[in-house]
């Protein structure tokens, strides 16, 4: 298990027990005041305690090396669960707007106790809000789906204990005046029943996205500068950059056009060079293929390679950007910018 995936393990540890203390709190508020706005939160919890189990399995197996049945490793499983967890919120909003629909139909009595209740869903909001947010930016650093996804339910769920909270006061101080306001608990319940459901639809889409290998722009940008910050004259050009995330780990392929002067030893040296620079950023999580591509007399003039094979003088070197060494066709090098 490389460090980035047993960090992802242990903190997914912390959220499955936050998830099941919050899930009791939240219940017992829910008993002591009888809000439905409450419910909407307490039921919420329970997604979040099966997300965490099915998330920690999905972090334990995506840690796991490469096999022969496996030869790129486990971590697509992150996106599986996370399209579970997506569909889960998506489910336990829609259960919400069901039984808000029952509450307008048939209000429950909302009991002297909701002082109380409104103490208990703060704690709950303040926990999740400060786990969540911890979870979403170590799932960004370690390229963790399962944990990122963990995460934005966390803070999905804390946003929506604050609408509940804000709502639950104003119905508190309606009660303590007389008035009656339970259709405004019903009403707050079914605004955050809606929010949970578009949020389901959107872990959803992000895992759709991933399964499909949608390019992460942000990455690309990421590694092609690390490229090119590293860049040796003998490096004429890079092409054809692909990414693809397998959980934590990357696989970076690349083309890349050496001078066809070169031995297969020189060769050798500047490719470690390459994954020695691209390693030195992202460690372990990430596993670099390149294919060395011999130059043709049209490079002369953006090679600086002193070699018996020139047929014109160096003009300067070729300005590689993000676009260019992520196209797969090979550039026209008598018009390239150099």
């Known amino acids: 298990m490389s460090k980035a995936a047993d960090e992802n393990f242990e903190f997914q540890k912390i959220i499955v027990v936050l998830g099941f203390t919050l899930l009791i709190i939240k219940y017992v508020a829910y008993f002591l005041t009888g809000s439905v706005a409450i419910f909407t939160d307490a039921t919420e919890s329970i997604v979040n305690v099966v997300a965490a189990c099915i998330g920690i399995y999905a972090l334990y197996l995506s840690a796991k090396p490469a096999d022969r049945n496996h030869p790129f490793g486990h971590g697509k499983i992150e996106i599986i669960s996370s399209a579970i967890e997506g569909t889960m919120i998506m489910a336990a909003g829609l259960l919400i707007l069901y039984e808000t629909v029952q ?92 929010i949970i459901v578009v949020t389901g639809i959107k872990v959803i ?104 094979t020139r047929t014109v003088e160096f003009e300067g070197r070729i300005e590689w950007t993000t676009e260019s060494m992520t196209s797969p066709v090979e550039r026209e090098t008598d018009e390239a910018e150099v």
Do not use: Q
């Open 103 to 194: 509450s307008f139909i048939n209000p429950g009595e909302i009991t002297d106790e909701l002082d109380i209740g409104l103490i208990l869903v703060a704690i709950a909001a303040v926990a999740n809000f400060a786990v969540g947010r911890a979870a979403i930016v170590k799932g960004r650093r370690n390229r963790s789906p399962a944990l990122e996804a963990s995460g934005r339910h966390l803070c999905s769920d804390t946003y929506s204990s604050i609408g509940i909270l804000i709502g639950l006061v104003v119905v508190y101080i309606a009660e303590s005046m007389g008035y009656d306001a339970r259709w405004l608990d019903s009403s707050i319940a079914a605004v955050f029943g809606v």
């Open 205 to 308: 889409k992000r895992a759709m996205d991933d399964i499909m290998d949608t390019a992460d722009a942000g990455l690309l940008e990421e590694v092609a500068g690390t490229i090119r910050g590293y860049r040796h004259d003998d490096w004429i050009d890079v092409r054809n950059l692909r990414l693809i995330k397998y959980g934590p780990r990357i696989y970076a392929d690349m083309k890349v056009v050496f001078p066809r002067c070169m031995t297969v030893e020189e060769v050798g040296r500047e490719e470690d060079e390459i994954n020695e620079a691209v390693c030195d950023k992202y460690g372990d999580s990430i596993e670099v293929s390149i294919t060395p591509v011999p130059c043709t007399e049209g490079y002369c003039r953006v090679c600086e390679r002193n070699c018996f």
